[in-house]
């Protein structure tokens, strides 16, 4: 509808004491380019074993009407040439252009593809060429005239009382009056009889592939009359012009609704997903700051790196001595910070992990939930299929599996690795960058970057649940005590806060990244189906301009 109101209509409200632009359109093989060459009188448009191959259409114009064409006043999104002679194989986005002296002032005729055409390019740029006409000559065969997709277009022309003409071609002189009846009787029924109809007896060509004369002396004689007579043009021009926007305007409002409804429905799909996986980010930065981490192998490792059971001890009967009693315990220990690290980098990528699936899950079970969801994930599927393989199994032949959008994606496990291990990095060197000054460096040194690293991470992981105090300490929160201690000794109550605070930043910083990254996946099912709003607004205005117009 957009191509149509830049192809033709507002050209034609803009000027409509332009020349008529007749195209010539039809099934494979109906004999389209023989008729217009016969029509004018020398080969312009090549027809025969070529006519499938993606060519250019042809528009033949009188030497004095090249003014109405060479701009881009209609088809404007078509390149021009003015090679005289068909090449075969030329670029179908360009318009070739051909003056002759036998075509009328006041008409243009112009061969276009196949309706049919095995090429998908020849069949959408037929019916882009189709609505870009104010008559249409249609061509088609004896053999082929009752045939559906030629009736589609014909009944197109007629729900928009779009002007035609009608050729029944190769018809053979024993039932040429038979099927000439039949024919305009199938015209009757369908709101065109009042077309023009001619036939062509079937016939030998010459040696140039063009008809006799006097089998088209008619459809000559009648274009040439038509091209004279300037009412009857104006006629013409009214009638197609017309009702191609009454047809604009009726068309329009559903389909804007349609559009609207679509939009709205994309959004509410973007939306669906984007709670699912702000949950997830909202679930792990919850996890990782409550005491959930501080299970397991985590604990077990920190425990067994300072010593708890001891040190939580001093803590009740004499804090005094905590220094003491660390630096004994972790100055002995510096190879297990390898250990405390690695359990707690396993741990939180396995919290990551968890997340991201339930997401993963809840998402495609919203988009299950309703139809336009089930089409985008079996599209996903199929597009994975297409590939090689499922979206959901391995196949027969030991394809490696490619996940569906409900779960995990193949490069979230190196991407989460990255992401726990890039945020330990951080953590380490906010340790470097607080102790910077003097009266820090000897006590940093003194327990160790990697030490006091790890105690940031577990005091981190219980900051939401509160670390508890002297006899309320317990295995899990109470063990991210020592490590409160321990920062609190080196660094301060208020730095412990804001090193807290900046950890727990960086990592929810990190977190959404990763998140955002399996969300993508969503996006880009969105994305391959795109739904722009703004059409719909734009083409309604559009309808309403040129309706004003005519």
């Not at 021009?237 to 009702?243: E, I, Y």
């Not at 390898?338 to 992990?353: K, T």
């Not at 929160?477 to 730095?495: H, P, T, Y």
């Amino acid at each position: 509808m957009l191509d149509q109101l830049d192809d033709y209509l507002l050209p034609r409200l803009v000027q409509l004491e332009a020349p008529i632009l007749a195209v010539v359109g039809g099934s494979t093989g109906a004999g389209k380019s023989t008729l217009v060459n016969t029509v004018i009188g020398k080969v312009v448009s090549e027809p025969g074993v070529l006519r499938p191959t993606t060519r250019s259409p042809v528009l033949i114009h009188h030497p004095a009407d090249a003014d109405w064409f060479v701009g881009d006043r209609v088809l404007p999104g078509m390149a021009r040439t003015a090679a005289e002679e068909p090449g075969g194989m030329e670029d179908a986005g360009q318009l070739r252009l051909v003056a002759a002296e036998s075509v009328p002032r006041g008409l243009a005729i112009l061969d276009a593809p196949d309706i049919d055409s095995v090429v998908e390019a020849n069949r959408d740029l037929a019916t882009q060429l189709l609505a870009a006409a104010d008559l249409w000559l249609f061509v088609t065969t004896a053999a082929r005239y009752s045939d559906a997709v030629p009736w589609e277009f014909l009944q197109s022309a007629s729900d928009r009382s779009t002007a035609v003409a009608v050729v029944l071609d190769r018809a053979p002189s024993e039932t040429i009056d038979d099927i000439t009846g039949h024919l305009a009787q199938m015209l009757l029924e369908r709101g065109l009889g009042d077309s023009p109809l001619f036939s062509i007896q079937e016939t030998v060509v010459d040696g140039n592939g063009m008809l006799p004369q006097a089998t088209v002396a008619g459809i000559k004689d009648w274009l040439i009359d038509l091209a004279a007579d300037a009412e009857a043009r104006a006629g013409v021009v009214r009638r197609t012009l017309q009702g191609a926007v009454s047809a604009m305007v009726k068309r329009t409002p559903p389909f804007a609704a349609a559009v609207k409804a679509q939009a709205e429905t994309a959004l509410e799909l973007r939306s669906s997903v984007e709670t699912a996986y702000d949950q997830g980010v909202k679930d792990i930065a919850k996890a990782s700051q409550d005491g959930t981490l501080l299970r397991g192998e985590v604990l077990a490792r920190w425990q067994q790196f300072v010593g708890t059971g001891e040190l939580l001890k001093g803590l009740q009967s004499n804090g005094g001595r905590l220094r003491d009693r660390l630096k004994s315990s972790l100055g002995n220990k510096p190879a297990e910070t390898r250990d405390v690290s690695d359990a707690i980098q396993s741990g939180l990528e396995s919290l990551l992990s968890e997340h991201a699936a339930a997401a993963a899950e809840r998402a495609e079970k919203v988009w299950q939930g309703t139809a336009p969801g089930r089409q985008l994930l079996a599209a996903a599927d199929a597009e994975n299929a297409a590939g090689g393989k499922s979206a959901s199994k391995a196949g027969a032949d030991g394809n490696d599996v490619v996940p569906s959008l409900g779960t995990l994606s193949e490069q979230f496990p190196a991407a989460a690795n990255r992401t726990v291990r890039e945020w330990q990095a951080f953590v380490l060197d906010l340790v470097r960058k607080e102790g910077a000054d003097k009266k820090s460096t000897a006590k940093i040194l003194e327990y160790g970057v990697n030490g006091l690293g790890l105690s940031l991470m577990v005091v981190m992981f219980a900051s939401a649940a509160g670390i508890p105090k002297g006899a309320q300490t317990s295995a899990g929160v109470g063990s991210a005590v020592v490590g409160q201690r321990l920062l609190e000794a080196v660094f301060g109550d208020k730095a412990v806060q804001g090193m807290v605070e900046k950890a727990r930043e960086d990592l929810d910083g990190k977190v959404h990244a990763l998140m955002d990254a399996e969300f993508a996946r969503y996006l880009a099912v969105l994305d391959q189906h795109p739904v722009d709003a703004e059409t719909a607004r734009q083409l309604t205005e559009a309808a309403r301009a040129v309706e004003d117009c005519t």
